[in-house]
C-alpha cells in the first residue's frame, strides 16, 4: 500500500497526538510505503520552520532527513490541475499519479473534496487509519 501524505498531516502529527501522529508512527512501522516529491518535503520544512510551535533545526532537519531515506522519492513527470481552489495542492496528486499511490492522506477540503482521482482515493488521517485496521 503506497500514500502520499499531506503537509498538515505531518504537522498535526508532530505537534500533536491524535490520527496524524499515529499515521507517521504507522509509516515509521512500515505498514504503508511512504510517496513523497522535492516539492512535498521542501513545503514540510518549510512549514515546520515558519509554523508557531517553534521546532529546533537539528529537529527539522531530522524530519526531512527521515522523509528522504523512508519514503519513495519521485520526480512527477505530469502536471496536473485538478485542485482549483488551490494550485499548490496539486504537486500531491502529481506525486501520487508518478509513485503509484493508492491514497493521498490530508485534513485539506481542497483535496479531500475531490475523494478520488484516477483511482487514487483522498482521505482523512482517520479514514486512512480505518483502512489500515481491517488491513492488519
Known amino acids: 500500500m503506497r500514500a502520499v501524505i499531506d503537509t498538515n498531516v505531518f504537522i498535526s502529527g508532530i505537534h500533536w497526538t491524535g490520527d496524524s501522529e499515529k499515521i507517521l508512527f504507522m509509516w515509521c512501522d512500515k505498514k504503508f510505503e511512504l510517496i513523497s516529491s522535492i516539492k512535498i518535503i521542501e513545503e514540510i520544512t518549510e512549514s515546520l520552520k515558519n509554523f508557531k510551535i517553534p521546532l529546533s533545526i537539528e529537529d527539522i532537519y531530522m524530519w526531512e ?5 523512508n519514503s519513495l522519492l519521485v520526480e512527477p513527470e505530469e502536471k ?10 496539486n504537486k500531491f496528486v502529481e506525486a501520487a499519479i508518478a509513485g503509484k499511490a493508492d491514497y493521498i492522506i490530508t485534513q485539506d477540503n481542497h483535496l479531500l473534496k475531490i475523494k478520488e482521482f484516477r483511482g487514487i482515493k483522498i482521505l482523512t ?7 489500515l485496521k481491517k488491513d492488519s
Open 65 to 69: 532527513k527521515m522523509i528522504l531515506e
Open 80 to 89: 496536473i490541475e485538478i485542485v482549483k481552489d488551490d494550485s499548490d495542492d
Open 125 to 131: 488521517p482517520k479514514q486512512f487509519l480505518d483502512i
